[in-house]
């Protein structure tokens, strides 16, 4: 393993720590990939390693000299970690009654500017400098700008590492200033192990979990727990409704009202469950369904929902998350959508 207690991502690990046993390291690295999937936790490894006291390189970090133990803990003076003040107020790091207004949800041409000051200034204790922005895509048109400054003229001894989902949000000048280290999603049967491992648990309900996350175990964990009871039970609501219920739709579609992530993950769960039922529809075997759990009801449904309606829902589903992505009200969207189904559920 390339760095301890990190899960998958074998390429992007071997890149850093190759940087990091050549000492010829980039002066900013964009850490890409799709949320949830681990990128900070390597951007704290790898800020641990270019600051742990360990003499033998290759066995940074070594996880338990003074160093690594204050990365750990937030608390090294040498590791800085820069995101919003709303990130901050959310992961408990910052109260907002030490804030004179609600806290920011991006990183300002302020804080960018504060950061240069930082890195500009040697060490305290360690041999080199690392700051770390997560999500790196929350910084705003100027900061990013100023940050500019700063790859071009990079600070001695300093790292940065830019954590982002996002890369996108982020100007062609920033992107190119930095040695890109990609993450794709991780292998949905390392996600389910993991889950077994943290959260106990059954394998199947893991691997649906795992499936329903798109390889991001941070999502998969978010969905573990409460929320696999919540697929189960959406489905089954799903299949018991009653399209000329004018009530049942509305208490359906009311489940759709929270916020618009809670709406499109929903939507998911309904095109996953439809695209099952025309899959046993045309004799695909259990194993490659998404809710392997629900398989006498996915045998049911493809007796009794003809494909073409089948089509036509998936079809429809797809529009009204376009509908809500869009800012339609999701519960209106939902009302249509369910009232459209010919036959029941
Ligand atoms: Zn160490």
């Known amino acids: ?93 910052l109260s907002s009654s030490e804030l004179d207004a609600a806290p920011s949800r991006e990183l300002r041409v302020n804080d960018v500017r504060e950061l240069e000051r930082r890195v500009r200034l040697p060490p305290y204790e360690a041999r080199h400098k690392v700051v770390i922005l997560t999500p790196a895509d929350k910084m705003n048109q100027s900061a990013q700008n100023a940050l500019l400054k700063t790859l071009e003229e990079p600070p001695r001894a300093t790292t940065l590492l830019l954590v982002t989902a996002a890369a996108d949000m982020l100007l062609p000048t920033v992107r190119s200033r930095c040695a890109r280290i990609s993450f794709g999603p991780l292998p949905v049967d390392l996600v389910a192990r993991e889950l077994v491992r943290r959260n106990g648990g059954d394998q199947e309900n893991a691997e649906v979990l795992a499936v329903l996350s ?29 399209p000329s219920d004018g009530g049942a739709l509305v208490s359906f579609a ?64 797809a529009g009204a998350r376009r509908d809500i992505a869009g800012n339609v009200n999701a519960r209106l969207v939902m009302e249509g959508l369910v009232a ?6």
């Not at 390693?49 to 040498?78: F, N, Y």
């Not at 409460?226 to 697929?231: F, I, L, T, V, W």
């Open 1 to 93: 393993m390339a760095f301890p207690g990190i899960l998958g991502h074998e390429r992007a690990l071997l890149r850093l720590r190759e940087a990091l046993n050549s000492d010829r390291l980039h002066h900013a690295y964009l850490l890409a990939g799709p949320e949830g999937v681990g990128k900070e936790k390597v951007a704290l490894a790898f800020a641990k390693s270019l600051v742990c006291d360990t003499e033998e390189r290759s066995s940074r970090p070594c996880g338990s000299c003074a160093a690594c133990r204050k990365v750990e803990h937030g608390a090294h003076p040498d590791v800085i970690l820069a995101m919003p003040q709303a990130e901050a107020v959310s992961r408990g790091l």
């Open 214 to 242: 798109g390889g991001s175990l941070g999502r998969a964990l978010d969905l573990d727990g409460d929320a696999g009871e919540a697929r189960r039970k959406l489905i089954l609501d799903l299949r018991g409704l009653d």
């Open 254 to 317: 009311e489940g759709f009202s929270g916020n618009r992530q809670a709406a499109e993950n929903r939507l998911e769960v309904m095109s996953l469950w439809y695209r099952d039922v025309l899959a046993a529809a045309s004799g695909a075997s259990p194993s490659v369904m998404m809710n392997p759990d629900l398989a006498r009801e996915i045998d049911a449904d493809a007796r009794r929902i003809p494909a073409e309606e089948l089509v036509r829902r998936l079809e429809a589903i």
């Open 340 to 345: 459209g189904f010919e036959g029941a559920g």
